[in-house]
């Protein structure tokens, strides 16, 4: 029986064989997309020649590191492919994303990247998003009148549930010098309506909804590898 970990490399393997010299890569972040910069890692010292953004300072370290080429987004103007983790992920390919705090510069990523490739085990397949506490990107001024809107966006939209600050007394702050918010929701029904109901609020940076921007997804379970999309 494999566990959790090794389904997470089984995945990362296989986005691995998508990859193909000169290719502009996004990096993702977390223990799955970790698998994947090993890996990205041991072709480069074998002569693979690529270019990489990576979406947070710890997979910038872990990059480095391996002596994978990085370079800046805005010179790139683009990229070919991310390959990333995620937190949740529906039939449709919609995710929630943030549980390493690493929401903003993934999305950047992701929206930058001509072709968005899930990696995960099979525990991240769901039927309905919002079990996952939903993250959201906040400014630090003003955070808690911030998450009072959050709580009356989440209301609009018929749902409920806590709204906390990660971190709590140390809060987290992310690469970008924001806090995090998890909206433990349950159930997210209509995921488009609230995020652009969140998206509305100024003191919002960014949320964990990922609509529209996977393009494939590769799952590892006991039973085998699946794949959803156009890998
Ligand atoms: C980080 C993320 C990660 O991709 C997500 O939390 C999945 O992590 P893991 O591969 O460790 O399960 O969104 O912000």
Known sequence: MSNSDDLKKLAALRALELVVPGMRLGLGTGSTAKHFVDGL???????????????????????????????????????????????????????????GAALLREKIVAAASARMIVI???????????????????????????????????????????????????????????????CALGQIDDATSLSEEILNIPGVVEHGLFLGLATGAIIATESGLKEFGEL
């Open 120 to 182: 995960a085990d099979d525990s991240k397949l769901v039927e309905c998003l919002g079990a996952f506490p939903l993250p959201v990107e906040v400014n630090m001024f003003a955070h808690e009148t911030t998450a009072q809107m959050i709580c009356e966006a989440i209301s609009v939209n018929g749902l409920a549930g806590d709204v906390t600050l990660r971190g709590a007394e140390s809060p987290v702050e992310t690469d970008g010098g924001h806090y995090i918010y998890d």
């Open 41 to 99: 890692g041991e072709k480069c010292a074998a002569g693979l020649e690529v270019r990489c953004v990576p979406t947070s300072e710890e997979t910038r370290k872990q990059a480095e590191g391996l002596n994978i080429p990085l370079v800046n987004l805005d010179e790139l103007g683009g990229l070919d492919l991310t390959v990333d983790g995620a937190d949740e992920m529906d039939a449709c390919l919609s995710l929630i994303k943030g549980g």
